[in-house]
T-cell receptor
Framework: NAGVTQTPKFRILKIGQSMTLQCTQDMNHNYMYWYRQDPGMGLKLIYYSVGAGITDKGEVPNGYNVSRSTTEDFPLRLELAAPSQTSVYFC?????????????FGPGTRLLVL | DQQVKQNSPSLSVQEGRISILNCDYTNSMFDYFLWYKKYPAEGPTFLISISSIKDKNEDGRFTVFLNKSAKHLSLHIVPSQPGDSAVYFCAASDIGDTGKLIFGQGTTLQVKP
């Protein structure tokens, strides 16, 4: 049982390039989330999904897109990378909304945009 | 507008003593509160939580206290151990809002041997 896995661990992008951050969970969780963490800050929600085919914006969605074609996978797409997107990205999943240890996090993807 | 605030960026305590980490929130709709612990280069891991219908929840060395009237919660670690050194995030959720978590900025705890 791997939990939540994220790839890549680290990536350097040039301004204007695109990339997809991968996230997979093997716990059959319905809910999945993408957060970013900037230095000295808490995690901010980018996008979330309550099930396959259903996604919605979080607090900081601009510059990102997501899709959820399966229960297991929730990729995050950056179309035109900007220096402001330099951050650490965490994917999380949960079985139910609210209560207890609701969200399980992946190890993160560190992204540097130059 | 920061709905969840951790006003102390860092805390240093001696091994064996109590660590107290604080968190304030502004949104009265929050009804579930969680603490996460994060080591460098790892994702946050769940530590302990409390529902708004309680004022205390205990799990081993960790206790969370909730003061709803003051919109304040705290995490007590007794006794503190060097392995507790990490960043601690307070988070809050409105259970009716798809489980989205609002995180504080984090407090870095250093426990000295």
């Amino acid at each position: 049982n791997a939990g939540v896995t994220q790839t890549p661990k680290f990536r350097i992008l040039k301004i204007g390039q695109s990339m997809t951050l991968q996230c997979t969970q093997d716990m059959n969780h319905n809910y999945m989330y993408w957060y970013r963490q900037d230095p000295g800050m808490g995690l901010k929600l980018i996008y979330y999904s309550v099930g396959a085919g259903i996604t919605d914006k979080g607090e900081v969605p601009n510059g990102y897109n997501v899709s959820r074609s399966t229960t297991e996978d929730f990729p995050l797409r950056l179309e035109l990378a900007a220096p402001s997107q330099t951050s650490v990205y965490f994917c999380a999943s949960s079985w139910i909304a609210g209560g207890g240890e609701t969200q399980y996090f992946g190890p993160g993807t560190r992204l540097l945009v130059l | 507008d920061q709905q969840v605030k951790q006003n102390s960026p860092s805390l240093s305590v001696q091994e064996g003593r109590i660590s107290i980490l604080n968190c304030d929130y502004t949104n009265s709709m929050f009804d579930y509160f969680l603490w996460y612990k994060k080591y460098p280069a790892e994702g946050p891991t769940f530590l302990i939580s409390i529902s708004s219908i309680k004022d205390k929840n205990e799990d081993g060395r960790f206790t969370v206290f909730l003061n709803k009237s003051a919109k304040h919660l705290s995490l007590h670690i007794v006794p503190s151990q060097p392995g507790d050194s990490a960043v601690y995030f307070c988070a809050a959720s409105d259970i009716g809002d798809t489980g989205k978590l609002i995180f504080g900025q984090g407090t870095t705890l250093q426990v000295k041997p």
